[in-house]
């Protein structure tokens, strides 16, 4: 049981539970008086088998013992080891010095193989970079990794807020107590002029968002955050690359359940300093010009506002075999919001299964992940809606909720200005989401050293929304809708498919890792709305849209809108390490893009960046307060794509009428001239040369 933990904002309390494997529970029922000879469970069998590390180097000197007890044995020279255990229920143990120790249970088995996974320190930690994986000490970019031990706790509502603090030059602010608005992140400033500041998200590397994952199912968050580290990602990569891996299961791993579980609540810390009743009555008295007293003392940000308990719930299974590795996760969030009413409900499914055969040297992936989303639609366009909390602060405090005759006090004679719980109460709607991603990757690995793999996706999103306005909503009284409906549905899908070789050699005192790839990406997105009002009664809500009449008298607008573009690139990259000393990284993305204009339909990102490991210096050895310093520096273009698909084509519009004898005719005329010359956006980044101590020992 994890106890309560006070935030700034509110408090959470969390609870833990790991079921134990399920092997161990595979002893078969016996009847009550039932007889065994206790024989049997002292009864012991040989295990043996061999200890490697990742690449299948044999491991000496491992230690080899049962789990609770003092029985054990060492691998010899050749990585082998033997050891008699109990039949029934036996966990051994293998601990090695620099590697993570690893438990497996022995079941009816006699032959048992392990591979030990290196501890990652600062320096032989894998961080995740494009297209790939490198060690640390070999980085000669500006990457930061964080790993889930180091994650921030507490309650989080996506991927972004779990590091936090924890990236320098990496900003995530939360801009409101919406439960469905996700962080705002930026890195190192504004870094574009039309296409946003928010970075490329990849999860385990297909593209998608901070809330298409559930922020429990991630195992690490790499940023890449310099030039010569995105420009591998061409034009997605101006604004950094956030690359998200999800968790999964390395080598033999009995069936093993996790689950975990917290409950959140929260509060508002510090409110705006307006008036109450009291003061502005003061200002009454005083006759100031548009103060007016209507004799009663309301509180509106407690009318609207209230004590969100949010929960969260995550359960999962994992396993595998020498083989086959599996890992599926269900993670479940309800979470309310400040403001009455607001909501999200969030289901996240995710099971992934890895395979290998063929002596290992082909390995299959599949990844099948997604979500249903609902919450409260509090505007027409589905987003959260801020004039309720603006209105909250700034309606007159002397003004009752409802006035005698149990009807909201509105005030129609000033523009902007309606009472927030009329604005809350008298809405109906609801906003529900799908999205389905699936995975899979083949990998072939001929030789040792050589990876062929080949990625395909789909990322499909569906959305639906509904929203209705009662005759008693300020827009009725305002606006004389007498009841306002609007119906809507979104519909985007990407594809994409990647191929990639990686050939990584070394010999003598010289390394290198060569990266080659091709990339295509199709975008589809479609949209369709329609409104309507004056509608005979409120019972139907939005979902009969037809029975308003404002459509019949051709008033109410409708709109459709489908979109479609693709993205191609071709990509080089070159890593060389002569005696991890001195460092070289050399990079170039080919990418071209169906936005542009036919003169520039291409764009080329080169990059290049240097280190020098001066810590690998005889000259250092005999420093021992110093564990790393390394010198290093880069440059790199990255590119920008404009939102619109279609600005370099010659575009009409129907959208605008002309009075022609008494009647109005459709008109057609030029809405945009094309733009053969549409190019890229570019943006060059140079790296500050840097001294960096990654620790220091007494």
């Keep these: 049981m994890k106890r309560s933990l006070l935030l700034p904002a509110g408090w959470v309390a969390m609870v833990g539970i790991t079921v134990l494997p399920l092997a161990l529970f595979s002893h078969p029922a016996r009847a009550i008086g039932e007889y065994e000879p206790t024989t049997n469970y002292f009864q012991e069998v040989k295990v043996s088998g061999t200890v490697t590390d990742e690449s299948g180097t044999p491991l000496p000197g491992v230690g080899v013992r049962i789990k609770g007890g003092s029985t054990g044995v060492a691998t010899d020279a050749a990585g082998h080891y033997s050891i008699a255990v109990p039949r029934e229920s036996a966990t051994l143990l293998f601990s090695y010095i ?27 930690a894998v961080v995740v970079v494009g297209y790939g994986t490198q060690k640390r000490e070999r980085v000669t970019t ?31 602010i939360t801009p409101d107590g919406n439960p469905t608005s996700t962080a705002q992140i930026n890195l190192r400033g504004i870094t574009t002029i039309t296409s946003g500041t928010s970075p490329l998200v990849l999860i385990d590397g297909v593209p998608g968002t901070l809330t298409t994952v559930a922020p429990e199912d991630i195992e690490s968050i790499d940023v890449l955050k310099d030039g010569s580290a995105a420009a591998i990602y061409g034009t997605r990569g101006t604004n950094g690359v956030i690359l998200i891996t999800t968790r999964k299961v390395a080598g033999e791993m009995p069936a093993t359940i996790d689950v975990n579980s917290y409950v959140t609540a929260q509060r508002i810390t510090r409110k705006l300093d307006f008036m109450n009743a009291a003061q502005y009555r003061e200002l009454v008295a005083q006759g100031k010009p548009g103060a007016y007293d209507y004799g009663a003392t309301t509180d509106w940000i407690d009318e ?16 595998g075999s020498k083989n086959t590795s599996y890992i599926a996760n269900l993670n479940y969030r309800s979470m309310q919001g400040l403001i009455l009413r607001s909501d999200n409900k969030i289901l996240y499914p995710r099971i992934e299964v890895n395979h290998r055969m063929l002596d290992g040297k082909l390995r299959l992936n599949a990844n099948l992940s997604g979500s249903q989303q609902t919450y409260f639609s509090g505007s027409d366009g589905g987003a959260y809606r801020g004039d309720v909390y603006r209105n909250g602060l700034t309606y007159n405090p002397t003004d009752p909720v409802k006035d005698a005759n149990g009807n909201w006090t509105e005030h129609t004679d000033k523009t902007a200005y309606a009472n927030p719980v009329s604005l809350l109460m008298e809405t109906d709607g609801k906003n529900q989401q799908a999205n389905f991603r699936t995975i899979g990757t083949v990998t072939y690995s001929p030789i040792k050293g050589l990876d062929v793999m080949l990625l395909g996706s789909r990322d499909l999103n569906n959305s639906t929304r509904g929203y209705y306005e009662s005759k008693k909503h300020y827009s009725t009284l305002r606006d004389g809708r007498n009841g306002y409906a609007s119906r809507g549905t979104t519909r985007s899908q990407e594809d994409l498919l990647e191929l990639t070789v990686n050939y990584q050699r070394s010999f003598a005192d010289h390394d290198f890792t060569v990266l080659g790839g091709y990339s295509w990406r199709q975008t589809n997105y479609q949209d ?13 809500s939005y979902n009969n849209i037809g029975a308003g009449l404002a459509l019949a008298r051709g008033e109410a607008p409708q709109n459709s809108y489908q979109s479609s573009n693709k993205l191609i690139g071709y990509f080089f990259r070159l890593n060389y390490s002569f005696k991890n000393k001195y460092l070289l990284m050399a990079s170039i993305r080919r990418e071209g893009s169906s936005k542009f204009g ?7 990102f080169p990059a290049v960046s240097a280190g020098w490991n001066i810590r690998n210096e005889g000259f250092m050895e005999n420093v021992k307060a110093v564990s790393a310093l390394k010198l290093r520096g880069g440059y790199g273009i ?7 698909p279609y600005m370099s084509l010659n575009r009409l519009n129907f959208d605008t009428y002309t009075l022609v004898n008494g009647q109005w005719v459709q008109a057609i005329n030029p809405s945009t001239n094309a733009n053969p010359d549409l190019r890229w956006e570019k943006k060059r980044r140079r790296t500050s040369v840097l001294i960096m101590v990654y620790g220091t020992t007494a």
């Design 98 to 124: 620099g590697f993570t120790p690893q438990e497996v249970v022995v079941g009816n088995r006699s032959t048992i193989n392990v591979k030990l996974l290196a501890t990652e320190t600062s320096l032989n």
């Design 142 to 172: 500006a990457i930061a990794s964080v790993i889930s031990e180091n994650f921030v706790k507490g309650a989080v509502q996506d991927a972004a807020q779990l590091v936090r603090g924890k990236v320098a030059g990496l900003n995530v």
């Design 304 to 319: 609207i506002t209230r004590t969100p308990i949010s929960q969260v719930y995550n359960l999962s299974l994992r396993g």
């Design 528 to 540: 369709y709305w329609m409104q309507n009002w004056d509608f005979p009664t409120d019972d139907f």
């Design 598 to 604: 036919v003169n520039n339909k291409y764009g080329n």
């Design 638 to 644: 990255t590119g920008t794509e404009p939102n619109d």
